[in-house]
Nanobody
Framework: QVQLVESGGGSVQAGGSLRLSCVAS????????MGWYRQAPGKQRELVAT????????NYADSVKGRFTISRDNAKNTVYLQMSSLKPEDTAVYYC???????????WGKGTLVTVSL
């Protein structure tokens, strides 16, 4: 069982920056990959970025590549999403996700809202 708590969301103007944090607690030893997903009103939830447990592999959605950076601090059980050059299209609720490949389990945070205005 893993609990994920996101923070850092807010309202910014286009071109601005924001850093999201996700703190994991519980059975964090079983996490194989973590990621950020987002869901805008009326749209499907989509993958934003993922990072493997040791940081060996990082993937980004094409829409955020070059603007967002995912990182992790295992000592703090925290994953970050540095968001720069934000666009109105980035407006969404951002969810933290943990994958537990050895168990076939997935956990989600409750989300944090990011609003990018013109």
């Amino acid at each position: 069982q893993v609990q994920l708590v996101e923070s850092g969301g807010g309202s910014v103007q286009a071109g601005g920056s924001l850093r999201l944090s996700c703190v994991a607690s519980g059975s964090t030893f079983s996490i194989t990959r973590m990621g950020w997903y987002r869901q805008a009103p009326g749209k499907q939830r989509e993958l934003v970025a993922t990072i493997t447990s040791g940081g060996e592999t990082i993937n980004y959605a094409d829409s955020v590549k070059g603007r967002f950076t995912i990182s992790r601090d295992n000592a703090k059980n925290t994953v970050y999403l540095q968001m720069s050059s934000l666009k109105p299209e980035d407006t969404a609720v951002y969810y933290c996700n943990s994958e537990h490949g050895n168990y076939g389990l997935n956990y989600w945070g409750k989300g944090t809202l990011v609003t990018v205005s013109l």
